[in-house]
């Protein structure tokens, strides 16, 4: 039995705000700027599933230059030196500190996965009986970036027994 999600919109946007501050743009030059477009396009993706206390999943979803680029700053490289497994790394490790935040805000009892990386469009990667809760849409450097919330719809169906 889940609960009811205790991470709102803004939560999210404050995590996501303190993950391009530490990680992605520590000088301050690149922010990620908000764009609320739920169904701007993405490339790649990554999620992290929750369970336990809360059932559903952290998506982080954006352009594959965004992911280049997040990958060169996440690791301290040059754009060009980027390889296709920094790339997976990197988002792997975004939705992970994400999602460990979100987890932190819930009630005990919930569980963080492993991340899941799929370097293709987010449309390919569809999660079943699930109903998006909150995103944070934004564009970065002139590349979409999203990061999202997706709870379990299947939860709900405890009450009715």
């Not at 995590?15 to 530490?22: D, L, R």
């Not at 594959?64 to 030196?81: H, I, K, P, S, V």
């Not at 009630?107 to 987010?122: K, T």
Request: proline fraction near 6%; aromatic fraction near 6%; glycine fraction near 6%.
């Amino acid at each position: 039995m889940s609960v009811e999600v205790e991470v709102d919109e803004s939560d999210l946007a404050e995590m996501v705000e303190q993950v391009w501050e530490s990680y992605l743009d520590p000088e301050g030059v690149s922010p990620l700027i908000p764009t609320y477009d739920e169904n701007q396009p993405s490339e790649v993706h990554s999620s992290v599933s929750i369970t336990g206390s809360w059932n559903g999943h952290v998506v982080y979803a954006s352009s594959r230059a965004a992911a280049q680029r997040a990958a060169a700053a996440f690791l301290a490289m040059e754009l060009e030196e980027v390889s296709e497994e920094d790339i997976s790394d990197t988002l792997g490790e975004l939705a992970n500190i994400v999602g460990g935040n979100v987890k932190a805000m819930l009630p005990p009892g919930a569980q963080l996965s492993l991340p899941q990386v799929v370097l293709a469009p987010e449309a390919s990667a569809r999660f079943p009986n699930t109903e998006r809760i909150s995103g944070v849409y934004g564009m970065w450097e002139g590349e979409p970036v999203s990061i999202s919330m997706w709870q379990s719809s299947t939860d709900n169906k405890e009450e009715g027994a």
